[in-house]
Structures are given as C-alpha cells and as structure tokens.
C-alpha cells in the first residue's frame, strides 16, 4: 500500500466492560478510556489534534453522540468527526484516524469507540438495519444458527458442537486473565457436555453460551505521526495494512447461493499485498472479531485461508491458547466483552497492545512482530487490519 | 417516465425502541440534591474560573477532573435567550403555547433550559428575573424543577397584573353552581325576599314557571374574576354595567367571563367585556366594565 507516512499507536485505553454501568453516563464512561489511553502514551489532551468518534448509529436512541460527549472525549475545540459504520465502527475508527495522521492533516489523532447497550434496545437496532421489503420482519436480530448448521452439516454433530465448545471454553479461560473483560465464567472443558445441551438454545444450534454479550464500555486509543510515535514511545504497534471489505446488506435475501465471505476476500487481499504467503507462520497473535463461538470456529478458516478441518484441529490441538502455536484473543475476544461500537476496535488495541508489550496477564509469549485484528459488522463486512513491531519501509 | 403511483405497494412499519440513560456521578448527585433539598448544585472549574449547570465531570475547556467543586446555587436567575413554543406535539412536557427558555442561575455561568410559566408570552425578555418552582411530588429528573415564573422581586403582598402587564385578549373566568342555599342566603344579605326567588308556589304562576335565583346573584360571580384573576388582585372597578339575557335557576351553573378588550392608555385603566353562561353555553348575562389595574406597590 502506498503511504504518504507511517503511523504508530502508542496508547490504548478501555474502561471496565459491563452489561450495567450504572453509575456513569455515556461521556463519564469515554473518560475512563480516554484517560487511559493518554496516559499510556505519556500526553495530555493539549497536544491531541483531533478526536475521531464513533458508535452504533442510534442504539442508544442517541443523535449526534460525538457532540454531547465532548465533556468526556476532550473534543472541545479540536477537530471532531463521527464514525458510523455498523459493527465494524471501531476497525474503521483506527482506519480514519490512520488515514488522518498518514495524510500529514494531524500528528495525534484520538480515535475513541463506545457503545452503552444497556440503554438500548440492541435487537432492535439490528432489525432495524435489514431490508424493510424483505427481511425487516422476518429476521432475528443478530442471532443466527446458520453457521452451526452448516458446521454440524460438514463434520458431523458431535465433533462440530465439541469443538464449537472448546473454542467458547478457551475464549473464557483467556477472559480470565483480562480484568476488563465483561464475561469471566471460569469455565472449564469438563463442562462441554453439559454446556452442549443444558445451555439455552437461541436460534438452531446457537445457544446462550456460544452468543457474545451485550456490554457498555469504550475504547480510546492515539495515533501517531513517525516522528512523535517514535519520541513518545518505545515500542509503538505501526499499522502495515488495512482492508476493508463489504458486500449486500442481508444475508442471503437476494440468492441462495453460498456467497463468498468478505472475511475470506479480505485476508486473500491483504496477505497478497503484505507478501504473507503462511499466516499461521508470518502472524504471531490474531485478535479476531467473533460474535459467537460458531462463527469464530467457522471464520478461522476464512482468514487463515485454512482448507477442510485445519480450523477444528487448531481448536482440538489447543493451538490458539494464549500460550499455543497460534494465540487467538488473548483478550477473551467478543464473547467475553462486546460494547459494539468499541469492539472492533478493542480487536486493534489488543493486538497493538500484543506488539507493544503492554498486555499484562494476557501478553503472549515471545515477541511479537506481526499483529492481525478483524472488524466484522452489518452485515458482511470486514476490516483487517495488521501491524507490526517494525515500522513499515512503504511509508518512510 | 410515469410517475403514476398505482399499484406501488407501501410498507408500513413502527419501530419503537426503548432506551434508558444512566445520570453518571455528577448528573445522579445534581438530581439527588434538587429532589431531596430542592437544592441547585453546579460544578466549579477553578482554572477557567467558570461554574457549569448542568453538572459535568470534566472541564469542556481545560479537560481536567473537576467532580468534586461543587457549589450551591441560589433558585433564582436570568433569561438569557428564550422561544415560544406553539405548535403541539405528544412529547411536549406541557400543552402549547408556553415559554422555552435559557436561564442563567445566579452564580452559573452557563444556563440552562427550562420553561417558564405565570408569565403573558409576549412580555418574556431576555434579563427577566425568574425563580424555580419545584414539583410537588419528585419525578427524578429535570423536572424536578417543575418550571420557573416570574421571581418576586416584588414585596410580600401578592398582586394580579399591573396596567403594562395586561394586553387585549387576555380573559379569565370563574365558574360556580348556583344551589337554592346560596339564592336563601344572598336573600339574606341583600334584604331581597321577593317571592320569586323563594315562594315555588308564587314563582309557578310567573313565566317562569319556578323559582329563579336573583340576577345580582350570578352578577356577582364576575367579581372573584376581576379581584382575583384578571386583572387580579388590587384591581379596582369604577364602573360595570349588566343586561340579563336568562334567568338562573337553582342548580345552573354559571362561568362568569372577563376579556380586556381595550387598553385606556391615558388613565392606565382597561375595559373589559363581561360574559355569563350557563351550562348549556346559553347566554345569561353579558356587559362590560372599566377595571383600574393594580398599582406596583411602592408607587
């Protein structure tokens, strides 16, 4: 990719993730992450040139919500500018303010993600979102078995639903060692079979347990220009790419036939242009934007362009354990913590806070050069997103 | 290319989503002081040398932290900006038309917005004094505050509306049954025993076939009107004149009705056209007077 110049994250901040966080409103709560996140890169909110705000569009019947949050984001005589798009909202955020400080318009940009979904009505919103002709209503939400069924359909019931679990326990033993995480259940494996039929069933075979929370909380994280990046920090996380992919607005509404996956198309493009031919070798820890443990199980094998089971070994053979051959989400990922229009780009400030060291309990083992976060939103759409220890030659 | 809507299919739809919003810390302790202490409390910058209400955590300006300075507030203020709010719609806190307003408590340095009640829409101006008024039973919110009105800066005595308060169109009105107790005692206080209004068996021989309460007796009724509401208290009246249009029976119930119709700029007096009726809308009485406002007291 051609860059004017290379950009570097040198803070990331989050508040606690909750399914009630009563006793803050919604700019109190961005304070908590905004805070964080300066003082993880060592400024104040004087030397921030602009802040980049986004969120679901109206999921907390709010309008204009980058204004009124001004008290909390620090925008107040800055450049401001709101970013909406869907469940991707916060991949994209990281995308604008890349683009933002890339360009030369500003050296530090603060990208700032929430989303307060007890205030709410989160299905709603979603149902909101599809064709009023032909889906609006018809459809479930968020919510579906797809996934599951197709999964079940391709390798069998039983292995399919046990390896659907493990990914869900291990995304929770990882959970456990985020003290922000919103779900910790100190889940453990000898509790598949139960889980597997006494879960609540939602849609098919998508039960309460494989399902991704519904949380509040806000993710704040600063870019910067090479020059500051470098005298700021000692290990800035430097974006090397970015995609974004999107195709029709429902699924499947206008043909039945199996689509190609954004996230398939995404990571062919991306790995093309970055020269990464094996990512489970080139990649060191993958933060990936997995609404449910079907979905996360099933989307392995589209962004690591894996062929027929590869994705279930990898889940059976306990190689995405933080501590395996190929950690994914460290964090717990999206089904410990899901406020949406951070979560994507909580996806991108783990995996930068992977590169800079700054992970804590959750920090993988080994250093870690390369970085890849998902952004997945409404409803196929994709933002890849992959950075790097070292600062890329394509924008020096 | 037509534009003929024929058989073009509509859909209809209705999404209605609930939402709730969390007050956070600085927002929560502002309601609890106005709904345990009818207390108004703003937060101090020191370093911009500004109080903010509404409360907020943060400093807009400067950024920093400022949750603790908080300072109490008188409920009195000042209109800095205001609108007129006509149209009605159903998420209107009261029925249009009514004052919408941005007002600055004293020791604020920024307003906030309310309405304002107990004050003709055309005399709102920007520097006028208002006071909050707090709701009765506490609804947790920024109604708690019901509305502000004009402040007292007025002495203790309590006045109806002065000459530059009033204007052509303004009407009140008083509405009360006539019951046979109230002819018997109005009987008593005039001195009037005509067997009109107390003998049914004279009174069955007259047109009216019963017996009819005195006509100064819904008469009087304008008179809680003009000394009470409009113009109010203080009011004086130097001349009112009547034409009975209906008799008033027992049980009728009469609304007597003032509306200035005329301001006497040179004597600072209005007319008034009066009206009675009764509750089949038909007209009783009707008449005018000259109404010499109150004065404000000092003058």
């Known amino acids: ?256 036939a199996p689509v190609l996956m954004t996230h398939k198309y995404a990571a062919q493009k991306l790995f093309a242009r970055n020269s990464i031919t094996d990512p489970k070798e080139q990649i060191d820890v993958f933060e990936m934007y997995d609404p449910s443990s079907w979905w996360g ?97 394509s924008g020096k | 290319m037509s534009k003929s809507s024929e058989d073009c299919h509509v859909v209809e739809g209705k999404l209605a989503l609930p939402y709730q919003y969390f007050a956070g810390r600085t927002g929560s302790r502002f309601l609890i002081s106005l709904r345990d202490e009818k207390k108004i409390m703003g937060i101090r910058c020191e370093t911009c040398d500004t109080v903010f209400v509404p409360p907020r955590q943060t400093c807009e300006r400067c950024f920093s932290d400022i949750s603790d300075n908080w300072v109490a507030l008188g409920n009195k203020g000042t209109v800095t900006g205001y609108t007129i709010i006509r149209y009605e719609e159903p998420h209107q806190p009261v029925k249009p038309p009514y004052i919408l307003a941005q007002i600055k408590l004293d020791g604020a340095d920024t307003p906030i917005t309310h309405i304002i009640k107990g004050m003709p829409l055309s005399k709102i101006k920007t520097g006028a004094r208002v006071k909050a008024i707090f709701a009765k039973k506490p609804t947790s919110s920024i109604r708690d505050i019901e509305y502000f009105r004009p402040s007292d800066d007025r002495p203790a005595f309590e006045l109806g509306y002065t ?46 076939g019963t017996r009819i309460a005195h006509g100064a007796l819904p008469q009087s009724l304008i008179a809680p009107v003009l000394g009470m509401k409009l113009p109010g208290l203080g009011t004086v009246i130097p001349e009112i004149t009547v034409r009975f249009r209906k008799p008033t029976y027992f049980g009728d119930t009469i609304t007597a009705t003032g509306e200035i119709i005329e301001m006497i700029e040179k004597r600072r007096w209005v007319r008034m056209e009066l009206r009675w009726t009764n509750q089949k809308e038909e007209l009783v009485a009707e008449g005018s007077c000259l109404a010499i406002p109150p004065m404000p007291m000092g003058k």
């Open chain 1, 297 to 393: 199980l099933d989307w392995l094998r589209e962004f690591l362009l894996l062929e027929n089971d590869e994705h279930l070994k990898m889940v059976e053979n306990d190689e995405i354990a933080i501590d395996g051959k190929f950690p994914v989400n460290p964090s717990g990922g999206v089904i410990a913590s899901n406020p949406i229009g951070a979560t994507a780009m909580v996806r991108v400030g783990e995996a930068a806070l992977q590169i800079m060291g700054k992970a804590g309990d959750r920090q993988v083992p080994g250093d870690v050069k390369t970085a890849l976060a998902s952004g997945f939103g409404g409803t196929l759409w994709t933002v890849l997103t992959l950075l790097t220890k070292d600062e890329p030659e």
């Open chain 2, 163 to 208: 000459y530059d308060e009033l204007e052509v169109g303004m009407s009140a009105s008083f509405t009360k049954t006539i019951s046979e107790s109230d002819v018997y005692l109005f009987a008593g206080i005039s001195g009037d025993f005509n067997p009109m209004h107390l003998n049914e068996e004279f009174a069955k021989l007259t047109p009216f």
């Open chain 1, 1 to 256: 990719m051609k860059k004017n110049r290379n950009v570097g994250i040198i803070g990331v901040g989050q508040s606690v993730y909750s399914s009630h966080r009563e006793e803050v409103n919604q700019p109190e709560m961005i304070h908590e992450a905004i805070v964080e996140a300066l003082d993880q890169a060592g400024i104040t909110m004087d030397e921030v040139d602009c802040i980049v705000h986004g969120n679901m569009e109206l999921f907390e019947m709010v309008h204009q919500p980058d204004l009124w949050h001004t008290i909390g984001s620090g925008a107040y005589g800055k450049e401001c500018m709101r970013v909406t798009t869907g469940g991707t909202t916060g991949a994209t955020l990281c995308c604008a303010a890349d683009y933002l400080v890339a360009s030369g318009l500003h050296d530090i940009v603060v990208a700032v993600g929430f989303e307060k979904l007890q205030e709410g009505h989160t299905t709603g919103g979603i149902t909101n979102m599809a064709d009023p002709l032909w889906a609006r209503q018809l459809q479930t939400g968020a919510l579906t078995g797809m996934t599951a069924e197709a999964m079940i359909n391709e390798f069998g019931e039983d292995r399919a639903k046990r390896a659907s679990m493990k990914y869900r326990i291990m995304m929770d033993k990882h959970a456990m060692k985020n003290e922000k995480a919103h779900r910790r259940l100190g889940l453990e494996l000898d509790q598949t079979d139960d889980l597997m039929v006494n879960s609540p069933a939602l849609v098919g075979e998508l039960r309460m347990i494989h399902m991704c929370s519904q949380s509040d909380g806000a993710c704040a994280m600063v870019f910067a220009s090479p020059e500051k990046a470098r005298a700021l920090c000692e290990r800035p996380a430097w974006f090397k790419d970015h995609i974004t992919v999107h195709r029709e607005e429902s699924f499947y509404v206008f043909g039945d």
